[in-house]
């Protein structure tokens, strides 16, 4: 009888693979587990077994795997089970799930190495300039891996040359798989057993005398080992004998000592856990318990609170609950700034059974947290991370926390699985019968539409911490006061005024500005020219920090220009203005202060976010100013002024949630001021004070903007009423891309009338080169989302067997907002 495997690639395709193997392989492999496959002519991929059986495919000829990767499996039925349900719902390959999903160094993968042949035979004047180029480099070296080889030759397709050279006889070329993931062994020593008998040791001491350092060594590994049973470590050792590893390699050597290793985890907790969490006040109770007696009816509970309620203790009861359960919990954040705060508070309380998972930590860190969440650990009780933690395999998860709910980075745009990490997390949850908390100051318009129609329960909380005040909010009219000569800067009088009285009583400023770099318009004031980037429409940012102009887009960067290029003028002006530019302003306005600046640039690196934080928290920093990173559940006590320098370019962006994420992000800023016992201040400037969603910030009005809002997306047809799938095509070509989406349009006109909306470019068509055109599908609330989908998709099958629309990438987005 033959024995076959289904298979899951990490690569875009929907149907799984069929591979052989034999008899006591298919005994052993389990689903889960990881076997190396060869796909195609040469690639040798890592591939997740799905399921094992005996029916050979009936269209091609199974292949044998290449071999066994797992002792055991590394993904869990209820993850293949969650992946299965994203690749339908967000309309994906589950290959692509699989890829976003895993940890990179568990999507082994092979290495091209290109070696050197016979390099004696070749002639050098046959070879083409890039030929020699590799050919010298093989004289040094016997081997190259691809992107080397690209790294030489400076381009990125050298497979042709590679090939040239395959038939020149100069290279041959080999796959080489590699395993990524290294466990962190530490070193140890102890007294080899051969002088573990009291004799032979004074004999041992007693020989040493003509070795002193060697004889010292020993002598400092008796008294470390008097003092605690704890095994002593080679660097450990070294420290304490004043000596080096040398020293201590030849007593191995002579076998007086014998070296051993122990794994270590990467990331450890070191300190005690405070045990005490703190008492909840009435208002913090009452919602606790209406949370616990809405988890008995509903499986997922919205937590209304206004800023600095204490939300988070409430949360920090609910999870102690469920660890004493002896269940998992998720805790998911938006933001990895934030995460940072969070885990020294949680840490407080929950000690080592607290573990991260985010892209800041380095792949073995995150393989070390999975493990320990699939073998349900005690380490891994508690899980904080960003939207990619809901992919841990969990085996018995009780409660998912998601903070911050309303947050737009919850949602992944590229590449797929285009997933909102939210809903998700809800299904997630769904799978392991656990209960969802939803938290947010600002709830989005969806959830709160749920919570209303009861599909959620709904709990409030009206009151701040300590019952201090809401923020008092104010509105400064920059036209005004540009009229009047009253700005120093991008500053108002109001403002500055407002920031030096703070300062003087010994306070912190917060100041917000969603936009980072020094200027995002450089303009010749000469023939009014501006420098744009070559591969996107869009005008570059100075940067004053580097003297450069970058692209936000696709990173393109050039030296900052001392004359136009257009027509050579030196009058150079910047338009506009970002984090930098206002930075710059205060060190001339408050040259005694320390000014802090948290945006992309500042907070690269795994630690970048922690170092302003902890600054800012220790009062080394007395102003901070930042972009939308500062408006997200930080929680510092002793700002009491919160500057936004410009509301008007959130409120006038076109997407339909303009208002309503205006409305978010500016009462989520707002609530980080006066965080104590005094009352904090909000200055906002704006050129429009008496726009609407601006009043119903400074009253604190969210059920005011969402009656709006509902009312207004039920008239022009937007969720929660209708589902939205937004069709992309993507190509070099404008006008390809023009006549690609309109056949698409075309086609879903006819499947779907009135409710296809488009062909439209973006408000940016060009990004790396590629232009967007973009299709909206409006779905109503009757209609099968599982047979619109199903269109959709045979759309986009005959839509790639057209050999005029070659190359013309069509992604399809499902609830893209």
Avoid at 13 to 36: H, P, S, W
Avoid at 142 to 147: A, D, F, G, K, P
Wanted: some cysteine; hydrophobic content about 35%; proline content about 4%.
């Amino acid at each position: 009888m033959s024995y076959f495997i289904n298979v899951i690639l990490p690569i875009p395709i929907t149907k799984e693979f069929t591979y052989q193997v034999n008899k006591d392989e298919a005994a052993f492999l389990q689903k889960g587990m990881r076997v190396a496959v060869q796909f195609g002519k040469t690639k040798v991929y890592a591939a997740l077994v799905s399921s094992v059986h005996n029916n050979p495919p009936e269209v091609y000829e199974a292949k044998e795997i290449e071999h066994i990767l797992d002792e055991a499996p590394i993904v869990t039925a209820h993850q293949l089970q969650l992946w299965q349900w994203m690749a339908d719902y967000y309309m994906c390959a589950v290959g692509e799930v699989m890829r976003a999903a895993l940890p990179s160094a568990f999507l082994l993968e092979s290495e091209t190495i290109v070696k050197r042949n016979n390099l004696d035979d070749a002639d050098e004047a046959d070879l083409k300039d890039d030929e020699f180029l590799v050919f010298e480099a093989l004289q040094h070296q016997s081997l190259l891996r691809i992107n080397e080889i690209i790294a030489i030759v400076g381009k990125k397709s050298v497979l042709p040359l590679i090939k040239r050279l395959i038939d020149k006889g100069i290279v041959t070329v080999e796959e080489e798989i590699y395993e990524q993931y290294k466990p962190k062994l530490i070193r140890y020593v102890k007294i080899h057993p051969n002088y573990k008998e009291e004799i032979a040791l004074r004999n041992l001491i007693d020989e040493m005398s003509r070795a002193p350092k060697q004889r010292e060594v020993l002598l400092r590994l008796f008294s470390l080992q008097a003092k605690s049973t704890k095994p002593v470590t080679v660097k450990e050792l070294t420290k304490v004998a004043n000596t080096t590893t040398s020293v201590i390699k030849s007593l191995i050597d002579k076998e007086v000592l014998e070296e051993y290793h122990l794994q270590k985890d990467r990331v450890e907790y070191s300190g005690e856990p405070n045990t005490s969490i703190k008492q909840l006040n009435s208002y913090q109770q009452q919602a606790f318990d209406e949370i616990k007696s809405h988890f008995e009816n509903d499986k997922v509970t919205l937590l209304h609170g206004v800023t600095s309620s204490g939300k988070t203790e409430i949360y920090v009861r609910l999870i102690k609950e469920v660890i004493e359960a002896g269940r998992q919990v998720l805790y998911l954040l938006p933001e990895i700034a934030l995460t940072t705060q969070l885990i020294t508070r949680l840490q407080s309380y929950f000690g080592d059974q607290l573990s991260v998972y985010h892209s800041k930590y380095s792949v073995n860190e995150r393989v070390e947290v999975w493990n320990n969440v699939k073998e349900d650990k005690n380490k891994a009780r508690v899980i904080i991370g960003a939207r990619s933690a809901i992919f841990l395999p969990f085996v018995n998860l009780g409660l998912v926390v998601i903070d911050e709910e309303h947050e737009s980075s919850y949602k992944q745009y590229d590449p797929a699985p285009r997933y909102h990490s939210r809903d998700t997390a809800i299904v997630l949850a769904n799978q392991h019968k656990a209960k969802v908390l939803l938290g947010s100051a600002t709830p989005s318009v969806e959830t709160y539409h749920n919570s209303v129609q009861n599909k959620f329960g709904l709990v409030s909380l009206t009151r701040r911490h300590g019952n201090v005040l809401m923020p008092d909010i104010n509105l400064i009219d920059i036209k005004e006061k540009y009229r009047k000569k009253q700005m120093t800067g991008h500053f108002s009088d109001t403002l500055l005024g407002a920031i030096e009285e703070v300062l003087k009583e010994g306070e912190q400023v917060m100041l917000f500005q969603n936009r980072r770099g020094y200027s995002p318009v450089v303009e010749c004031t000469t023939c009014g020219h501006s420098p744009q980037c070559p591969n996107c429409d869009v005008s570059l940012t100075y940067h004053n920090f580097k003297n450069q102009l970058r692209c936000h887009y696709c990173g393109h960067h050039i030296a900052m220009l001392l004359q136009c290029m257009a027509c050579g003028s030196a009058d150079l002006s910047t338009k506009g203005f970002g984090t930098e530019q206002i930075e710059k302003e205060l060190l001339a306005l408050f040259p005694d202060h320390s000014i802090g600046r948290m945006d992309q640039d500042t907070t690269r690196g795994k630690h970048g976010y922690e170092k302003i934080i902890d600054k800012f928290e220790q009062h080394q920093i007395d102003i901070l100013i930042g972009t939308q990173m500062l408006a997200k559940g930080l929680d510092f006590r002793n700002v009491s002024l919160v500057g936004v320098m410009n509301a008007d370019n959130l409120l006038n962006f076109p997407d339909f949630r303009a208002h309503e994420r205006s409305f978010q992000l500016l009462q989520q800023v707002s609530g980080r001021s006066g965080r104590t016992q005094k009352r904090g201040k909000v200055w906002i400037q704006t050129y429009n004070p008496y726009h609407q969603i601006l009043q119903q910030v400074t009253t604190y009005d969210y059920e005011g903007m969402y009656k709006d809002q509902i009312e207004e997306r039920r008239q022009y047809k937007y969720p929660p009423f209708y589902r939205l799938i937004k069709i992309t095509g993507r190509h070099k070509d404008y006008n390809k891309t023009i006549l690609a989406t309109n056949w698409v349009f075309t086609a879903l006109k006819n499947s779907f009338g009135d409710q296809v909306l488009g062909p439209e470019f973006p408000p940016i068509p060009r990004i790396r080169n590629q232009y967007n055109r973009n299709i909206l599908l409006k779905i109503p609330q009757g209609q099968s989302l599982q047979k619109t989908k199903a269109v959709v998709k045979k759309i986009e099958t005959t839509f790639s067997s057209i050999k005029d629309f070659s190359g013309v990438r069509l992604i399809i987005n499902v609830d893209f907002y």
